[in-house]
């Protein structure tokens, strides 16, 4: 069943105010993912995995990316002020 307009928007104002001081991927990507999937009633372990182990194309040694929900979602974060190109690249290879 769709959850109430009103129910998402407070759970993602919320999900805002709990994540905005967030500058460190390794130390809060996890959290900040459950959380996200929270605001939609999804439990992340049912969906996605975490830190999937993936050969780049034509790369000899394996990358990890943040979170794989198969058919549906790839993310793959950085830090703050980190370059997002490197982030695209990673996740379409």
Same mark, same amino acid.
């Given at each position: 069943?769709?959850? /109430?307009?009103?129910?998402?928007?407070?759970?993602?104002?919320?999900?805002? #105010?709990?994540?905005?001081? =967030? %500058?460190?991927?390794?130390?809060?990507?996890?959290?900040?993912?459950? =959380?996200?999937?929270? +605001?939609? =009633? +999804? @439990?992340?372990?049912?969906? $996605? !995995?975490?830190? #999937?182990? %993936?050969?780049?194309? $034509?790369?000899? !040694? !394996?990358?990890? +990316?943040?979170? #794989?929900? /198969? $058919?549906? #979602?790839? %993310?793959?974060? @950085? !830090? &703050? $002020?980190?370059?997002?190109?490197? &982030?695209?690249?990673?996740?379409?290879?």
């Amino acid at each position: 069943m769709a959850l /109430p307009i009103n129910t998402l928007r407070s759970r993602a104002h919320q999900f805002v #105010l709990d994540h905005q001081d =967030d %500058v460190k991927e390794n130390a809060e990507a996890q959290s900040f993912l459950n =959380d996200f999937f929270a +605001i939609f =009633d +999804i @439990k992340r372990k049912t969906v $996605g !995995s975490f830190e #999937l182990a %993936v050969k780049t194309d $034509g790369d000899q !040694s !394996s990358k990890r +990316i943040d979170l #794989l929900w /198969p $058919g549906t #979602l790839l %993310v793959e974060m @950085k !830090s &703050a $002020g980190k370059n997002l190109d490197e &982030a695209f690249q990673q996740a379409v290879d």
